[in-house]
Each structure stands twice: as C-alpha cells, then as structure tokens.
C-alpha cells in the first residue's frame, strides 16, 4: 500500500462551521504533513507532525488546527475560516529514516475546499 | 537560505518533441533536488530526485533530469512528450538531510499538441 488516502475530497463550508479533514496512510511513514495549494500556485507547507509530535507550524492562523492521534493518521481541524481560505489542501508523508530531507513525499490526492 | 526559479510558466510541445522544462536553484548547503508533477485534481508525485552521487538522474515515465552544480541546474527532460505528459511541473529543494522543509518553485504547465 503506497497510498495517501484523504477525505472528504471536496468540502464545502460557511464561515461559523467547523469540520475536519482526514488523512491516513499505512506506510509506516513517521512524518507527515499538510500542505495548503492555492490556483496555480506551488504547494506551501502549514504542519508537519514527526513521531506523532509537532514539529512545524509555518505560521499558521489558529483557525487550523492539527491533530496526530497515532501514526497513521493526521486531522486538520475547521474554525471560523474566511474566504480566502479556500484552497486545496494537501496531506503527505514521508519516512524519516535516512535524513528526511532526503525523502519523497507521497501526496494525497487533496481536499479541494470551499468557503463561503 | 534555498530558492528555486522555474523558467518559463508555460511550455508547449508537440507530441513526439523533446520536453524540456528548466529549474535553477540556490542554497547554503548541498542540495536535494526533486521533480514532482501534479495532474488536474491530483496531488503531487515524484518523478525524480537527486541526493548524492551520479549527475544524471532517471526518473518515471521516462523523464531524466542532470544535477550541473557549476550551472546552479537540475532541468528536465524527455526525447519524446506524450499527451500523457500534459501536466504541471515542480521542482523542488530540500534544505538539508535533516530538514522537512522543502522549497517549491512556481510551477511550470506543460501543454502537448497533438
């Protein structure tokens, strides 16, 4: 299994909702990551958990929330987000085993995401 | 410090062409180079990577790409676009063994023509 599997694949959302996404994999991936991809534009990393643990957030407003329960799963938790928001939003993983910048990624097939 | 500059937003070809898409980078440390492709509502895939050791570097669907670190280089290449190959292009750079921060340059779409 070399799969990186997200849901739901579209989502539509006003601004006082709250939902998740979900992303898992069963790799055996230690990593993971959440990537935010605007129209035409290049993937831009928000989170990435390593052993279950945060190691990165890029900034991100509070609104985002991440979530590892264990390592096969990652969330990404919905509050009160605005319009420009919208975006397709990518999971991926990676083994960290050898120098994880060394790694592919494997990517999801993304939650396109809509807010209105 | 990294960056990566994707020359050219949008390349066409005509079926049968060579593909050539080009990507020069800069970073303080050695570089890991990738290449990913995206297709319409997909997410992205490797197409090949350079960490260490041979300059020229093969990759799926018969893509190939040459680390040229005098040039600041890794563009890729294929002899001969298939329709198949329409899609858009990343490349990438890593900032270290030991980083999970990957720098993405703009993207380069690449349309085929029958």
């Known amino acids: 299994d070399t799969e990186v599997t997200q849901t739901p694949k579209h989502l539509v959302m006003g601004m006082t909702n709250k939902k998740s996404l979900k992303c898992e994999q069963h790799?055996?991936?230690?990593?993971m990551y959440w990537y935010k991809q605007k129209a035409k534009k290049p993937p831009e990393l928000m989170f990435v958990?390593?052993?279950?643990?945060?190691?990165i957030n890029e900034s991100v407003p509070s609104r985002f929330s991440p979530e590892c329960p264990n390592s096969s799963l990652l969330n990404l938790h919905l509050h009160a987000l605005q319009p420009e928001d919208s975006a397709l939003y990518l999971c991926?993983?990676?083994?960290?085993?050898?120098?994880?910048?060394?790694?592919?990624?494997?990517f999801g097939s993304g939650t396109q995401l809509s807010v209105l | 410090a990294q960056s990566v500059t994707q020359l050219g937003s949008h390349v066409s070809v005509s079926e049968g062409a060579l593909v050539l898409l080009r990507c020069n980078y800069s970073?303080?440390?050695?570089?890991?180079l990738f290449w990913y492709v995206q297709y319409p509502n997909q997410g992205l895939q490797l197409l090949l990577k350079?960490?260490?050791?041979?300059?020229l570097v093969k990759g799926i669907n018969g893509f190939e790409a040459e680390f040229k670190k005098s040039e600041t280089s890794f563009h890729l290449t294929k002899p001969s676009a298939h329709m198949s190959d329409a899609a858009e292009y990343f490349c990438?750079?890593?900032?270290?063994?030991?980083?999970?921060?990957?720098?993405f340059g703009k993207g380069t779409k690449l349309s085929v023509i029958p």
């Open positions: 991926a993983s990676s083994q960290v085993r050898s120098g994880v910048g060394r790694e592919k990624l494997f």
């Open positions: 790799m055996g991936h230690r990593a």
């Open positions: 958990y390593s052993y279950e643990k945060l190691s």
């Open positions: 970073s303080s440390v050695p570089p890991y």
């Open positions: 350079y960490t260490t050791g041979a300059t």
């Open positions: 990438a750079v890593s900032s270290g063994a030991g980083s999970y921060q990957l720098t």
